[in-house]
């Protein structure tokens, strides 16, 4: 069973960047499609953006193209969020979460297609 860990989060002011990082262990990294959730209180998950297995097919939510980038690097079985220009509206608990199987070419954009998720990093932006 994979897990998974994220790592980056933190404080930072309006227009700053942070990278966030979310390592697997177990199972085949570079079979599963990773994904990016965020959640403020009261409110649902929402998909920041995703990356699917073998070929790479990214999907990322209208709110952050431009400023977020996903990526992903098999070798060291981990997955990233670069978030460039981030706002207030960026404050969230973030998640990493991933899935297995599905079409390569569609990703997932429904939290509950996703079998895996890691504990979250809060990320807090000042205005």
């Known amino acids: 069973q994979v897990q998974l860990v994220e790592s980056g989060g933190g404080l930072v002011q309006a227009g700053g960047s942070l990278r966030l990082s979310c390592a697997a262990s177990g199972g085949t990294f570079s079979s599963y499609t990773m994904g990016w959730f965020r959640q403020t209180p009261g409110k649902e998950r929402e998909l920041v953006a995703t990356i699917t297995r073998n070929v790479g097919r990214i999907y990322s939510a209208d709110s952050v193209k431009g400023r977020f980038t996903i990526s992903r690097d098999n070798a060291k079985n981990t997955v990233y969020l670069q978030m460039n220009s981030l706002k207030s509206e960026d404050t969230a608990v973030y998640y990493c979460?991933?899935?297995?199987?599905?079409?390569?070419?569609?990703?997932?954009?429904?939290?509950?297609?996703?079998?895996?998720w890691g504990q979250g990093t809060q990320v807090t932006v000042s205005s």
């Open positions: 979460a991933a899935t297995w199987g599905g079409n390569q070419w569609y990703p997932p954009l429904k939290s509950i297609e996703y079998r895996t």
